[in-house]
C-alpha cells in the first residue's frame, strides 16, 4: 500500500468535509415577499432565520417554526458526522464482515456520513415542503399568492439556494470515497 495514495484518501474525505461545512453554513432556502423584501425567511441546518425588516410581523410565522430540540439535534448530528470522519481517517485496516462482505471501519464511517447527508437533504426537502404547504400554500419552489394579513398579502417567491445543493455535493463525495477507499489506497485483495 502506497503512503501517498492513503494521503489521497485523507485529502479526499477532507474535500468531502469542506463541502459538508459549506453546505452547513450556507442558507438552504429562502423566501422573498414581492414589495416586502428579499431573504425574509432562509432555511437553515439549524432552523429558520427570519429577517429583521420583518420587525413586528415575524409574529405571523408563528407556527412555521421548528421544535426547541432541533437545533441541538443538528448540531450534534454535525459534531457526530466529524467525529465519524476524523476516525474514519485515523482509523488502519479494522473490518467487520457483514454476510459475504468484507468492509473497512473507515469506509463504514466516511460513506455512512456521506448518506446521512444525503439523506438529510431529502428529508429537509420533503419536511419544508410540506410545512410550507400548510402553513402558507407556499411551493417549496416557485411563485404563489400569500394572504397572511395586511401588509403580506402579496406574491411570493420561494427557492432552493446553492448551499442546499452543496448537500448532495458532499454527501456523495464522502459515499464514494467510503465506497472505494480500498481502491483509493491501491489495497489489493491477498
Given at each position: ?14 474535500v468531502?468535509a ?9 442558507p438552504?432556502?429562502t ?7 428579499t431573504?425574509v425567511?432562509q432555511?437553515?441546518?439549524w ?9 413586528d410581523?415575524?409574529i ?8 426547541a430540540?432541533?437545533?441541538?439535534f443538528?448540531?450534534s ?11 474514519g481517517i485515523v482509523?488502519k485496516?479494522?473490518?467487520?464482515k457483514?454476510?459475504?462482505l468484507?468492509?473497512k471501519w473507515s ?8 448518506l ?8 429537509a426537502?420533503v ?6 404547504g ?6 417549496l419552489q416557485?411563485?404563489a399568492f400569500?394572504?397572511?394579513?395586511d401588509p403580506?398579502?402579496a406574491?411570493?417567491?420561494t427557492?432552493?439556494l446553492?448551499?442546499?445543493y452543496?448537500?448532495?455535493a458532499?454527501?456523495?463525495?464522502l ?14 485483495e491477498?
Amino acid at each position: 500500500m502506497d503512503k501517498n495514495r492513503k494521503w489521497l484518501f485523507v485529502l479526499l474525505v477532507l474535500v468531502g468535509a469542506a463541502l459538508m461545512f459549506a453546505g452547513w453554513f450556507m442558507p438552504w432556502w429562502t423566501i422573498d415577499v414581492e414589495g416586502f423584501a428579499t431573504d425574509v425567511v432562509q432555511i437553515r441546518p439549524w432552523g429558520l432565520c427570519i429577517c429583521e425588516q420583518m420587525g413586528d410581523f415575524a409574529i405571523l410565522m408563528k407556527g412555521a417554526e421548528l421544535p426547541a430540540f432541533f437545533a441541538p439535534f443538528m448540531w450534534s448530528f454535525l459534531g457526530l458526522c466529524v467525529v465519524a470522519l476524523l476516525v474514519g481517517i485515523v482509523i488502519k485496516e479494522a473490518s467487520v464482515k457483514i454476510g459475504k462482505l468484507t468492509l473497512k471501519w473507515s469506509q463504514i464511517l466516511v460513506g455512512g456520513v456521506g448518506l446521512a447527508y444525503i439523506v438529510m437533504a431529502i428529508v429537509a426537502a420533503v419536511f419544508a415542503s410540506y410545512r410550507m404547504g400548510t402553513a402558507f400554500g407556499a411551493p417549496l419552489q416557485g411563485r404563489a399568492f400569500i394572504d397572511m394579513g395586511d401588509p403580506l398579502i402579496a406574491y411570493v417567491d420561494t427557492r432552493l439556494l446553492p448551499g442546499y445543493y452543496v448537500l448532495y455535493a458532499a454527501g456523495l463525495t464522502l459515499l464514494l470515497v467510503g465506497i472505494f477507499r480500498d481502491k483509493i489506497i491501491n489495497k489489493t485483495e491477498n
